[in-house]
């Protein structure tokens, strides 16, 4: 039957009225009560009990008028997204990035979605945490992200991803050939560590002193870039967010060794305000965010369970 049909079958049983539903269908109240009886003749059954006022529906009127609803609600989504792929999507999106997720993901994610949408702009910035929930609070930036994002009564988060952490060395360490290590072993080397005003280096020191590790930190830092020169040049062992050497790996400057146990992982999210509602620009960025699988698999953990590292106590995070 015509989706028309359905709709004003789905009308008169909301608003209890087929004089309303008429209305509601520029259409006049017999043609409301036509379109019923037709439908009740196709089905061969009865959909209304006509018989008391108001009318009721029959078991098979409650079913028809239960699936049609739905019917109705695919094929309004369905015209939406059509349209929507034939409507030219333009403006500019911020993102205020807080560094290490900003230099090791957005060119890819950036270049997509300009291909998808040429007359789109990406703008990026570059902050530490605290200023970029600033800059999502205030309207200077549509959307953030974050490591270990939390939300408040001005700022939603989205989860996007989890980045397994590994314990990381040089090629020349006595660990570097090694594909596991446990926690108890690394402490038996020096570590290179971040600021201990993190709190990203306070939850590491407590999953090693979960296992009676006290690490040994010969060196600290507050951003990953200078922890892997450091860990280049041999001055000791660290655990890092595995896309983040991806390349020195590559290039043979670092090895990585998985880490015995459940998966500990640093999360990461999409923080935006509450209101005003999102552009629809920003709505696609976001969905090209969420929806790649490319990026998503290459960042993927294992499906047992995870630990989490917590967020930096002070505006400070290992970038």
């Known amino acids: 039957m015509h989706l028309k049909s359905l709709k004003i079958y789905c009308d008169v049983v909301r608003k209890r009225s087929f004089s309303q539903a008429a209305a509601e269908n520029s259409i006049t109240q017999s043609a409301a009560s036509q379109a019923v009886h037709q439908l009740e003749e196709h089905l061969g059954v009865q959909l209304l009990d006509r018989s008391t006022r ?21 094929y309004r989504a ?49 902050h530490h945490p605290e200023q970029v929930y600033t800059a999502v609070e205030n309207g200077q930036a549509n959307i953030g992200l974050v490591s270990y994002p939390r939300s408040s009564r001005a700022v939603k988060v989205i989860p996007w991803r989890e980045e397994r952490m590994v314990a990381v060395f ?63 040049i041999n001055e000791g062992v660290s655990l890092l967010p595995q896309p983040h050497v991806e390349r020195e790996v590559a290039s043979g400057t670092l090895c ?11 999360p990461i999210g999409i923080i935006h305000r509450r209101s005003p509602q999102l552009s ?40």
């Not at 015209?79 to 990035?97: K, M, P, Y």
């Not at 040089?170 to 600021?195: C, K, Q, W, Y």
């Open 280 to 319: 629809e620009t920003t709505a696609r960025f976001i969905e090209l965010l969420l929806g790649d699988e490319q990026q998503q698999s290459s960042h993927a953990v294992s499906s047992a369970p995870a630990t989490p590292i917590e967020a930096p106590i002070v505006g400070v995070e290992a970038h």
């Open 256 to 266: 990585t060794a998985q880490i015995e146990g459940p998966p500990v992982v640093r």
């Open 78 to 126: 369905l015209e939406e997204d059509v349209r929507n792929l034939h409507r030219e999507i333009s403006g500019r999106v911020t993102v205020a990035s807080i560094y290490s997720i900003g230099l090791s993901s957005m060119k890819y994610y950036v270049d997509q979605f300009h291909r998808m949408n040429p007359h789109a702009e990406i703008q990026l910035e570059y």
């Open 170 to 232: 040089s090629r020349h360490h006595p660990l570097a050939n090694r594909e596991h290590v446990s926690i108890t072993e690394l402490g038996d080397f020096a570590m290179v560590g971040f600021d201990e005003n993190l709190r990203i280096r306070q939850e590491i020191n407590k999953l090693m002193s979960n296992y009676g590790v006290i690490p040994n930190v010969v060196m600290e830092f507050d951003n990953i870039e200078m922890l892997k020169r450091a860990i280049e």
């Open 54 to 74: 108001p009318f009721e529906m029959t078991p098979e009127g409650q079913l028809y008028y239960e699936r049609s609803r739905e019917l109705l609600k695919q």
